[in-house]
Structures are given as C-alpha cells and as structure tokens.
C-alpha cells in the first residue's frame, strides 16, 4: 500500500519560511518523479513544483518561482520543498504526489497523492 505523509505545514507569518516534508512507503520513489501541489480555499489544487527521478528535471509554478526550492531523497524515501519569503496567497493546503514524469505531474496526471499538510501565512 503506497502512502504518502507530509509534514512541516504551520502557521507562520508574511516572509518566513517552512520546510514542508513528504515520506513515502510501499513505494520505490526514485523511479518517479515527485511533486508538490497546493489548493486554496474555494480554489482547485494546482501544481507548485515537480523533480524527475534523479533530481536533473524540475518544474515551478510561476509564482513560487525564486522563493520554493524542492528537492528529494531517494535513500530516505524523502520530498522536500523549502519555502522562502511566503506570502498570505501561499495560504493552502499543500500535498505531495507521485507522478511517472515531471511533466505528468505538470499536467495534474499523479498516480498517489498525500493526505496534505496545512499552510497558513498570516499578514
């Protein structure tokens, strides 16, 4: 059974920062690519950022483009995204997915999804 458990979402106020974290079991990461969604209140979940299998390809929305910084770790079954200078539209619900191709996952197209973790940037 493939699960996926994100952790490191709080509150936290305009221009800080969060590490959110993702854990993957029942499930050989580093032969997918990893992704990162997010869905506001009232809103559809939308991509914010996706990382080939050997971290080489990588996709941001633009937005967090020069503030969110994904990475992974196969050996630990890790995804990671560290989040810089948020904003109070950062405000979501972020998960994490597994897709087959950074493109995949740029096109909503994931095979599991996490349960989510929240985040609240507060002004």
């Known amino acids: 059974q493939v699960q996926l458990v994100e952790s490191g979402g709080g509150l936290v106020q305009v221009g800080g920062s969060l590490r959110l974290s993702c854990a993957a079991s029942?499930?050989?990461?580093?032969?997918?690519?990893m992704g990162w969604y997010r869905q506001a209140p009232g809103k559809e979940r939308e991509f914010v950022s996706a990382?080939?299998?050997?971290?080489?390809?990588?996709y941001y929305e633009d937005s967090v483009k020069g503030r969110f910084t994904i990475s992974r770790d196969n050996a630990k079954s890790m995804v990671y995204l560290q989040m810089f200078n948020l904003k109070p539209e950062d405000t979501a619900v972020y998960y994490c997915?597994?897709?087959?191709?950074?493109?995949?996952?740029?096109?909503?197209?994931?095979?599991?999804w996490g349960q989510g973790t929240q985040v609240t940037v507060s002004s």
């Open positions: 997915a597994v897709g087959d191709s950074t493109l995949a996952l740029k096109s909503s197209r994931s095979k599991y």
């Open positions: 029942g499930i050989t990461i580093r032969t997918y690519a």
């Open positions: 990382i080939s299998w050997n971290g080489v390809t990588i």
